[in-house]
């Protein structure tokens, strides 16, 4: 490759609309793992106490996927039917907005009201950022889109972290808020998708959600879509998330600092989501990248919970290995793009994601269960165990993506 085409890629993936996408979901991630940091001692300021803290942190944490779920849906059929723009700019309005709220809140009522308003504002700005990104990025370069995308969204739990550490929770709520209308300020530059435009000029129904189960192939593909990605919402959202719980149950010789163990992991997403991107260009592939990091995610999975560790520091290693097999996150997000045609590809891209992170609600009540009867850490390798046969049965079925064209519409 010649330096003058290497200057004309490096133009592309810097473009105004890439690095949009890229910093909605840095705020995207900002918010939703600051809420993972600051969980216990905003709750305890609301006066709560040892087990109602885990209990409410869960049920919190539920009802902001619950949320992502009802508006993955609504932002993507609006993302297919008004443009991808429309989304961009409406889910960071209420994001901000719920957020700034969430920093001002006094009971716990409020703050699940917040939180789901929030997590409703937040589920456009993934999928719709993803869906602009693959349709105006050549083929050749979409991973590398995509890759800057996902890896600026792990720099917001990052930033969520330091934010946390230096300021009390009220505060960093704001900042996420601040952070949001900054946003918004920038959006008003970025153009809207060429494949959308010329889709609307010849008047073509579309984000018709239903028309996805209205074909066998579509149904499997979406189904495959969403089961592939739920592996990782796992560590995140069950073995990270409620780390200090873990920490406890295996007795480390010190106490897990919550917030710590999610710089780490998503520290260590970082460079799992720069390799995974790499390696899929590289090998022209999606399907094999996947399946490796899903196998090495599992591994350290087993590790985590099998290997009678008591040193907080090699925890918090495993922190960082499972976040690096976590980076096919990247992947995920491309193909879930690219699954389906123009007239619906916001609509998937956009639910399928806030599905895959929806998945915590089962996820966390059948933990809760199997928690009771066989205990946290065995508990938690039952529902491994089967969250990853899911996965990889899931990822058999899956289309490769790598080379499709996406400037066509689904059939009826």
Request: glycine letters at 10%.
């Amino acid at each position: 490759m010649n330096s003058e085409n290497k200057v004309s890629i490096t133009k592309l993936i810097l473009s105004l609309p890439v690095l949009v996408a890229a910093l909605g979901y840095l705020v995207d991630m900002y918010d939703l793992f600051l809420f993972n940091i600051v969980r216990v001692p905003s709750l305890k300021e609301l006066g709560l106490e040892n087990d109602q803290i885990l209990k409410q942190g869960l049920n919190l944490l539920n009802i902001q996927m619950a949320g992502m779920l009802m508006g993955g849906i609504a932002w993507g059929i609006l993302g297919d039917k008004r443009g991808r723009l429309s989304v961009l700019f409406g889910s960071i309005i209420i994001y901000s907005i719920a957020n700034i709220a969430n920093g001002l809140i006094h009971s716990l009522p409020a703050y699940y009201t917040w939180r789901f308003i929030a997590g409703f504002g937040l589920a456009g700005e993934l999928g719709a950022g993803i869906t602009l990104v693959t349709e105006i990025l050549p083929s050749r370069v979409r991973g590398y889109g995509t890759t800057l995308v996902a890896t600026l969204g792990v720099v917001g739990a990052l930033l969520a972290y330091v934010t946390a550490h230096t300021f009390s929770w009220r505060t960093s709520y704001l900042i996420g808020g601040a952070l949001g209308f900054l946003l918004l300020i920038m959006r008003f530059r970025v153009f809207e998708s060429g494949v959308f435009i010329h889709l609307k000029e010849k008047d073509i129904k579309r984000g018709q959600f239903f028309k996805i189960f209205t074909d066998k192939h579509r149904i499997i593909q979406y189904m495959t879509g969403i089961f592939m990605g739920m592996p990782i919402w796992f560590v995140v959202g069950i073995l990270i998330t409620f780390s200090p719980e873990f920490g406890r149950a295996m007795q480390l010789d010190e106490a897990v600092d919550a917030g710590k163990a999610v710089l780490l992991t998503f520290s260590g997403q970082v460079a799992g989501n720069l390799v995974t991107g790499s390696l899929s260009q590289y090998w022209q592939s999606r399907k094999k990248v996947i399946l490796i990091f899903m196998l090495l995610s599992f591994s350290f999975v087993l590790i985590y919970l099998l290997s009678g560790i008591h040193s907080i520091l090699a925890f918090y290693i495993i922190c960082v290995c499972l976040g690096f097999c976590s980076g096919y996150w990247t992947l995920f997000i491309t193909v879930a793009a690219e699954l389906f045609g123009s007239d619906i590809r916001a609509t998937v891209a956009t639910t399928i994601p806030n599905f895959v992170r929806a998945t915590v609600i089962p996820l966390s009540a059948v933990f809760t269960v199997l928690k009771a009867q066989s205990g946290v850490l065995k508990g938690a390798l039952e529902v491994a165990v089967g969250t990853y046969i899911i996965g990889m049965v899931a990822l058999y079925f899956l289309e490769e993506t790598f080379h499709k064209d996406l400037d066509y519409i689904e059939k009826p």
